[in-house]
């Protein structure tokens, strides 16, 4: 997903997790495709992967943002949207180009209206029965929309002199969306419940709304703002890496257990919010100057964090096309090897976002940047 790690200090802990991400995800849609049994116990709590790049998001842009707040008490909007739209838009805008003009690279036969992918809005009614392709899409949404009011909202708790609230307003959000599921729920699932509409209901009403799915944003925000605005948060943080990692792992753990039926009322209620605390503790322990995960270097995670948000757009177009050529060639699709040349396939596809749209957009940004910073000297 588009958020970035580099800085003045690279923090090998959040590309860890951005590479678990991005394998959670690959694992669980995998399953939609021809795929080796154990994929369903591997692959099975992979959902979770979008839950923890929500987390990364709510962390690294709030932070950014704080960052800037602590230095000149403002937030340059120009700047953070430039920044943003040349991360995201121009491989977002050639995924869809490939949609919507080469029908072979769509995992299933029907698209969603145009109007709701360009305007990220396509989360909301969203019928991933009936039009199922590109379907990814709605967690890009959410977090266009994060990143939409995110600023915004910080500007007008700044101007109304109510800013040190920040994490509380963060917390209330979550709570907002605990309880707008426990009402869908009550509303709008329990009359489906044993239908055939069932699972077409909850992926629309649950699941996909961003009213629904705030937790792991409002954590990672109220993660960036005490680790930038509170001494003694910090500290703890810093001198209890490997326990937090611990804890984080156990509270995982639990979550999983009460998510073992993705599509309980306890899971639909309660478990994002548990995986988005589980996975913001494992985060904290990531960027904790004691823990393995912050000293660990791996040039491999490197790379698939890097690669994560070109791979999550393309991932299922490269596996549906890969799988149709080794059945026109009389080969398993089904099997470890399969499995293997898709995801290799996904890892070149991602390089190929990365040298023909991601250098040329990043080139375009600085010199962007650069006539912003002209414009405001």
Request: with cysteine; hydrophobic share 45%; aromatic share 16%.
């Amino acid at each position: 997903m588009p958020t970035d790690t580099r800085s003045s200090e690279r923090l090998y802990g959040l590309d860890h997790l951005r590479a678990l991400a991005i394998v959670l995800v690959l694992m669980y849609h995998y399953r939609a495709f021809k795929h080796p049994a154990w994929i369903d116990t591997i692959g099975r709590f992979g959902w979770t992967g979008v839950d923890l790049f929500f987390v990364l998001s709510g962390f690294l842009i709030s932070g950014q943002l704080f960052q800037e707040i602590g230095k000149s008490g403002n937030i340059n909007l120009k700047t953070f949207f430039t920044k943003r739209f040349f991360r995201i838009i121009p491989p977002y805008i050639f995924t869809l180009f490939l949609y919507f003009t080469f029908p072979f690279f769509r995992e299933r036969e029907s698209l969603g209206e145009f109007w709701k992918y360009i305007t990220f809005t396509q989360n909301y009614g969203l019928d991933v029965i009936n039009r199922g392709t590109f379907s990814h899409a709605w967690s890009l949404c959410i977090e266009e929309q994060f990143y939409l009011f995110l600023p915004l909202l910080l500007l007008i708790l700044i101007k109304t002199k109510i800013f040190r609230y920040t994490a509380f307003f963060a917390g209330a959000l979550m709570i907002f969306s605990l309880t707008a599921r426990l009402i869908i729920w009550g509303n709008s699932i329990v009359p489906v419940l044993d239908t055939e509409d069932f699972w077409k209901i909850w992926y629309m009403q649950i699941y996909y709304p961003t009213h629904t799915r705030l937790d792991g944003l409002a954590v990672g925000v109220v993660i960036g703002f005490l680790m930038q605005y509170s001494v003694r948060f910090k500290n703890l943080v810093h001198n209890n890496g490997n326990r937090l990692f611990i804890l984080g792992i156990i509270l995982l753990g639990l979550t999983f257990w009460i998510c073992n039926d993705q599509v309980s009322k306890d899971a639909s209620v309660f478990g994002f919010t548990l995986v988005a605390i589980g996975y913001g503790i494992v985060l904290m322990s990531a960027v904790s100057r004691s823990s393995f995960m912050f000293k660990t270097k791996s040039s491999i995670t490197a790379q698939l964090a890097g690669l994560s948000y070109a791979v999550y757009l393309s991932h299922k177009g490269i596996i549906r096309m890969i799988q149709y050529a080794l059945e026109k060639l009389g080969l398993e699709t089904s099997d470890n090897i399969s499995l293997f040349i898709c995801l290799a396939g996904c890892i070149a596809g991602g390089l190929l976002y990365r040298l023909v749209i991601e250098k040329p957009a990043s080139k375009l940004k600085r010199l962007c940047l650069k006539r912003v910073d002209k414009e405001q000297s």
